[in-house]
Each structure stands twice: as structure tokens, then as C-alpha cells.
């Protein structure tokens, strides 16, 4: 036998790799058209919120249906057609709000799950909640275009009975939703800017409806802001 014949065993090491066509690695599924479109259709819905409330506070007269109610039916009274326009821009608004919240469960659900989670449940208590006080307030602009001491006795049994304490309960999730919220932008500054949290507290405060109507209209622009790199997270997930 030839002594260059290397024999089986004596000691040959394993190529390192076999000649022949590399085997494709498969690449990652990309997401199909029709998902992109669905958010993009969704932060569409959820910037239409805060533009929505701007709106309806350019539209409403000053005061809070729970203000005192003889002088606020009067304000209503004044131009009843712009008050119904005032309440259709809130209900789009509190619809919208639940794309929001939408939003931002999907723009969190990497780095912050629970907290962007219930966030977001808070927040869809919140927008049912003043979607029922838009329905108080169409029935306070029938009142106050009937007018008479009877409309605000009827406002006043209203705003001490069991319609303000329930939906009052609710709207107060939203509150809480807000800063659940802030703190979920702040676990997910990965992938959301953390500059968000402290604008969406802020814009929260301004249109809370406690001050004039243009510190109002700021604090939605405020808010609109702090949406844009929520949106961006969402597109991304």
C-alpha cells in the first residue's frame, strides 16, 4: 500500500465545512400590507382625538356641566345649534380615544406589556365615561332651551343624583389612565421617546377644561405632540 494513503482513523480532522450550495438562511416574514394599513388607520383615529377636543372647546360655552346650573344652561341657551356641534366634535373625540389607547398598547408591548396594558383599559373606562356625559350634555341644551326655573331645578337633580356620580367615576379613569400611561412611555424609552410622558401629563392638565378656552386649545396641541412618537413606536412593532 502506498505510504501517502491516509487511512481512516489515523488522525484526519473534520473539514470545517462541505462543498456545495450554502443552505439560505430564511428570512423574517414581513409583515404584510394590510397590517401597515390597519395602523396606519389607527394613529389616523387616535390624532383625531386631541384635534377633536380643540375642536369642541372653540365650540362650547365656558364652564363644566357641573358648574353652578342656572348660569350655565343660560350660556347653552345662547346658541344651542354650536352646543350640539360642541358635543358631536366630543363624542368623536372620546371614539377616537379609544384608538389611543389602542395605540399606545401596541406602541408598549415590548418593553412595557402590563403597564401600557392597563393604560390603556383605564383609558377606554375614561372615553366610555364622557361619551355618557355627552349624552348629559345634549339633555342639559334641551333643558336650557326650554328654559324656566323647572330646567334648572331638573339640571340640579342631575348634577346631585346617580348619572354625575357613576359617570364621574369613570372620567376619573382616565385621569388615572393618563399617568399610567406616562409612566409606560417612560419603561418603554427604547422605543418611544421619554420626552412624551412629561407632554402628555402637561397636556392632560391645560385642556382639562379648568382655564380659558385657549390654554384649553394648547394643552390638545400638547397633547397631539406627545402622540407622534407613540404612533412611531406603534408602526414599528
Not at 28 to 49: D, E, I, K, N, W
Not at 75 to 94: F, N
Not at 195 to 201: H, K, T
Amino acid at each position: 500500500m502506498d505510504s501517502t494513503t491516509t487511512r481512516l482513523g489515523s488522525g484526519v480532522v473534520a473539514p470545517d465545512h462541505i462543498d456545495g450550495p450554502a443552505v439560505p438562511t430564511p428570512a423574517a416574514p414581513a409583515p404584510a400590507p394590510g397590517v401597515h394599513a390597519r395602523r396606519r388607520l389607527l394613529v389616523g383615529a387616535a390624532f383625531l382625538g386631541p384635534i377633536a377636543l380643540a375642536a369642541q372647546y372653540l365650540l362650547s360655552t365656558d364652564g363644566l356641566p357641573r358648574d353652578e346650573a342656572g348660569p350655565w344652561l343660560a350660556g347653552l341657551a345662547e346658541d344651542p345649534t354650536r352646543q350640539v356641534l360642541s358635543v358631536i366634535a366630543y363624542l368623536v373625540a372620546m371614539l377616537a380615544g379609544v384608538a389611543g389607547a389602542a395605540m399606545l398598547a401596541l406602541a408598549g408591548r415590548r418593553s412595557a406589556t402590563w403597564l401600557s396594558g392597563i393604560a390603556a383599559a383605564l383609558l377606554v373606562v375614561g372615553s366610555v365615561g364622557g361619551g355618557g356625559f355627552a349624552g348629559m350634555r345634549l339633555v342639559a341644551i334641551e333643558l336650557a332651551e326650554r328654559g324656566g326655573a323647572s330646567s334648572v331645578e331638573a339640571w340640579e337633580v342631575v348634577q346631585d343624583g346617580a348619572p354625575f356620580a357613576v359617570l364621574g367615576s369613570l372620567v376619573l379613569m382616565a385621569i388615572l389612565g393618563t399617568l399610567v400611561s406616562a409612566a409606560a412611555v417612560v419603561r418603554a424609552r427604547a422605543d418611544i421617546a421619554v420626552w412624551a410622558a412629561p407632554a402628555m401629563l402637561v397636556g392632560f392638565v391645560l385642556a382639562s377644561g379648568e382655564f380659558p378656552v385657549w390654554v384649553s386649545v394648547v394643552g390638545e396641541l400638547v397633547v397631539l405632540a406627545s402622540l407622534v412618537p407613540v404612533a412611531r413606536a406603534a408602526l414599528r412593532a
